[in-house]
């Protein structure tokens, strides 16, 4: 069954407001709190309307006796206790035993008997600590198996790395669901992520989920911003790298039959994401002419290889090459095309602060005329960059940001900051550039105007 747990109602009243939101949003799929066996915990469930609680406890000897300091009868008591208060008020009652892999087999499976005499509608079997190895976690839900009768579920944490690879065992051991985190979010190395465990069940597996697969990487990029924690570039399916490809050999490959070098049973269309071809120091000649004619530059052989010797120069200095970068080597190699560039950034001043709405007024040569335009955002980036929007009238409602980052590149408090920026069209084609100052708003800016004036031009 398709299962959201919003959260732990009774943890704080922000927490009861969401789970109440999202209980009450008319989802299809059912809605779930977290509570410990207390009925205080329980009565905040019940209070944030959802139709299922999660309730837990541990159960090995290290938790038991140094966190709850209760007897192994007591456990078991207070476990059936709280499941049937949650079947009294006619819900659904999943219940967990906490430390579940750390736990004396014998032991466990009496808990969970008896949480399932007592009318339990599935149980979970939690890797709390990450510690189980993916035969023992087969072995394990395997013989659960044998002794109940109501579904199985898992919750695994990824100390070692393995909470994926422990929740497909699981599942291949006849657990009929796991829980899993957008983005791996959780407890110290987090959970089981949700794309890796979908898109494995989905691909390898051939199994079927109801998860939408197509708006994995849009969720996964959501749930970035909303917690300000970066997804690491190489994570699988929804990092930035999880399609790119640079190596010649790679990209020459994928060029032809992208199945070349990508899994194939996973494509980026299936989760949302894009193939990108990234130029490095292991460019190859396929990759950097596709790159140009993109851009309708078309350059002779001879100009080529000189293109290609100065990427590779720039990449070695450890540069990451963005479009900008390569149309401009290509420019410097061929010749600008006439009329460049578009916007010619003359002054950007910016007022911000806590009593005030962030305000920039930016003045350029836009085809050769001088215009000053102003704007207001959330922030002086903000506020900037949509100055600059303004700058480029009719054609701002064809270019959007598409990506965005500003990375401090010197420490302390006059650090330069390096800002890059991807811009898009209305053809879904995206120009990348970069710019670096001691001023964050002004590397955005410089940035944004950079790949604007790219993508107006190539
Ligand atoms: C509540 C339980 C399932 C938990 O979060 C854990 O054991 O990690």
Redesign the pocket.
Known sequence: MDTIEAGFPIASAGDMESVHNIATAGLTSEVCG?ARVLTKDLDACIKADVGMI?T?VSTSDIQRIHTIKKSREEVVEMATNAVQYIKDHGMRCMF?A??ATRTDMDYLVEVYKAVEDAGCDII?V?D?VGVIAPSGMYRLISELDKEINIPIDT?C?NDFGLAVANSLMAIEAGASQAQVTVNGLG?RAGNADLAETVMSLCSIYGAKTNINTEYIVETARMVERCTAVTIPPHMPVVGENAFAHESGIHTHGVLENSDTFEPGIMTPEMVGHTRRIVLGKHAGKHAVLRSLQSANIQPSDEQLDAIIDKVKLLADKGKRITDADLYAIAFDILGKPEGMPTIDLKEVSVMTGNVITSTAVVKALVNGTERITSDVGVGPVDAALKAVETLIGKHATNVSIHDFRIEAVTGGADALAEVIIGVQDEKGRIVTARAANVDIVLASVEALVTAINMLLKT
């Open positions: 977290l999660h837990f967990s906490m430390d979970n939690p709390t919750h944490h407890e």
